[in-house]
């Protein structure tokens, strides 16, 4: 018989639907959050009176004034931006140094323990992380540096730090293992050190998995919110100016996305400060938009090479 | 053969990746400035056997090293500096791999790790090592291209360059012909019968005949023993000692 059952095709058309549909659902749920977010905000958007310039370059944020309320929100952008950054500059370093350890220099026992410990601290929840911050952390910094408070720019990275570090590790250690070993083969049958071959040999073939590790731990570092929220003081505050040191990490900010988490369950529906918290949203989905973006352009541009 | 001239002695090597045994007591020595042929099928230990000599092994966490390899009359498991060691040694793996790198960077990474920086030094060295691998003319116009864009052959002379560029004493080659082309292979053999002057050569190969053409002696390994080392004109003869190397020489199996 060449004629296949009736059954047999059937099945077959359906589970080809079936995983059509599922690989579609990821482009549409992104479309239909961003649609959404985009929807809870357009009132305020079309309005007339909301200057979107303004919006993003004054600092006075007033949401709840009765006569004036004021909606800038460079402050925010200042404190999503410090944090993130400083915890980049901090976790950037440990976790790829971890990466490195991991897959070329430990005992695959020592291995072994050490990536079940690092999945282990991917799972802290990160309100548990913001608690470390608000009393651990917040007296370590007091004592360590005398601030007044604790809730800091430093406070915030260091918690963003931790976290975003496991997800660099696992990924960048994936990267390294990804290199065939007859790389590192042919690297030290030259005769050269096994540090000279990680570092001439082993990073440059795993850079673009490197490079995926670090942004996916930045854009962690971006829209973790209750974390921050704990950690950083909540104080709508620029925290760097034009002189050295440019940054001040003992002061405390708030962040695009603990401002979101804090004041949306205040507001109004369909209020103007409702609003402009999705603008808010609008703008960390185009921020991390953005991050992701150039992300896969840098990677295209040193494939491309 | 008197035992004090010989470049390398392996006296009892055994060698087993957890409980398996791979390489089952082998002695033998290989002389200086001769090419020496290693033949036999694969699960033979001719890979491993290379591995111990450069002592690359030591990578493999499971693996145990019995036995002896002196090279000059130094056991190469007590030697100070490993990496120094490793240098007097060329390896060429049966896949060309290509670094990361640009062709010059392939063939002047180890002269550079080993703290050459003069220019000049490093392009003269660049240009012999690829001459001696006949792989100059085809690309001293893009040296700063990616050497993993060149083809398969090519970049297997780029290893061959890459082995030269730390002036090895010793140079293994292990199954190089695999992934390139006959007219290729034989100008790679040309270019070997050329370095023997300068350097002794392991010539591990997959193809009998290549080791008839170019060995001055062949060792005949099967399941990691040693059944026959000889002048390979008397192991090619047919009437080599043993009837398992008669036959496979003569193609019954293998």
């Given at each position: 018989?060449?004629q ?5 095709v ?16 990821a ?11 985009f ?58 140094g ?11 026992k ?39 408070i ?14 975003s ?13 990804a ?57 709508v505050h620029?925290?760097?100016?034009a002189?050295?040191?440019f ?28 609003q ?13 938009f ?16 | ?10 006296d ?15 002695t033998?020595?290989?002389q ?14 001719k ?23 002196k ?26 791999v ?7 960077d ?27 691998a006949?792989l100059w ?6 040296l ?5 864009m060149?083809s ?45 002057n ?7 190969t ?8 170019l ?25 080599a ?14």
């Amino acid at each position: 018989m060449l004629q296949r059952s009736k059954y047999k095709v059937i099945r077959e058309v359906l589970i080809e639907w079936i995983i059509r549909i599922c690989g579609i659902s990821a482009v549409v749920f992104v479309f239909a959050i961003f649609l959404f977010v985009f929807w809870q905000g357009k009132g305020l958007i079309f309005s007339g009176d909301f200057d979107f310039w303004k919006f993003l370059t004054t600092k006075e944020w007033y949401p709840a004034s009765e006569n004036n309320p004021r909606y800038g929100v460079s402050a925010l952008i200042a404190g999503t931006v410090s944090v993130t950054v400083l915890a980049m500059i901090i976790a950037v370093p440990f976790g790829l140094g971890a990466a490195l350890f991991i897959s070329e220099f430990c005992s695959p026992k020592l291995k072994e323990t050490l990536k079940i410990v690092i999945e282990l601290l991917a799972a802290i929840p990160s309100v548990v992380w913001g608690f470390i911050g608000l009393t651990i952390m917040n007296h370590l910094i007091m004592e360590l540096f005398g601030a007044p408070i604790g809730l800091t720019v430093l406070n915030g990275a260091i918690i963003l730090a931790l976290m975003s570090v496991p997800i660099i590790v696992s990924i960048g250690e994936d990267a390294l293992q990804a290199v065939p070993d007859s790389y590192r083969e042919a690297g030290i049958g030259l005769g050269v050190t096994r540090w000279q071959m990680v570092y001439k040999v082993l990073l440059p073939a795993a850079k673009n998995g490197l490079l995926a590790a670090v942004l996916l731990g930045v854009g962690r570092a971006i829209g973790e919110t209750m974390a921050v929220l704990m950690a950083t003081g909540h104080a709508v505050h620029i925290p760097f100016d034009a002189e050295f040191p440019f940054l001040h990490g003992l002061d405390s900010v708030r962040t695009l996305t603990a401002t979101i988490a804090a004041e949306l369950g205040e507001t109004a529906r369909d209020s103007s400060h409702y609003q402009v918290l999705f603008i808010i949203g609008i703008l960390l989905f185009t921020i991390t938009f953005a991050v992701n973006l150039t992300a896969d352009l840098i990677v295209k541009g040193v494939k491309g090479k | 053969m008197v035992a004090e001239t010989a470049k390398l002695n392996i006296d009892g090597l055994k060698l087993s990746y957890g409980s398996k045994q791979v390489i089952h007591g082998i002695t033998f020595d290989i002389q200086p400035n001769e090419i020496f042929g290693v033949i036999g099928p694969a699960q033979s230990g001719k890979t491993s056997m290379l591995k111990v000599i450069n002592r690359t092994i030591d990578f493999t966490a499971d693996a145990h090293v019995e036995g002896t390899v002196k090279m000059e009359g130094q056991n190469v498991f007590h030697v100070k500096d490993v990496y120094e060691y490793r240098r007097r040694i060329g390896m060429v793996a049966p896949l060309p791999v290509g670094l990361p790198l640009t062709i010059y960077d392939n063939v002047a990474f180890a002269p550079r790790s080993f703290g050459m920086k003069d220019k000049d030094q490093l392009d003269e060295l660049v240009q012999r090592c690829l001459e001696q691998a006949a792989l100059w003319d085809e690309v001293k116009d893009r040296l700063d291209t990616l050497g993993t864009m060149l083809s398969g052959g090519q970049q297997q002379r780029l290893t061959i360059a890459r082995a030269l560029s730390h002036q090895p004493e010793v140079l293994c080659l292990d199954e190089f012909s695999i992934a390139i082309d006959p007219v290729t292979t034989m100008k790679i053999e040309d270019v070997l019968k050329e370095l023997r002057n300068e350097m002794t050569i392991i010539l591990v190969t997959n193809l009998v005949q290549q080791a008839r053409r170019l060995a001055d002696r062949t060792m005949f390994l099967l399941n990691g023993d040693l059944i026959e080392v000889d002048e390979t004109e008397k192991i090619f003869s047919g009437n080599a000692q043993e009837t398992k190397t008669n036959e496979f020489v003569s193609g019954a199996f293998g």
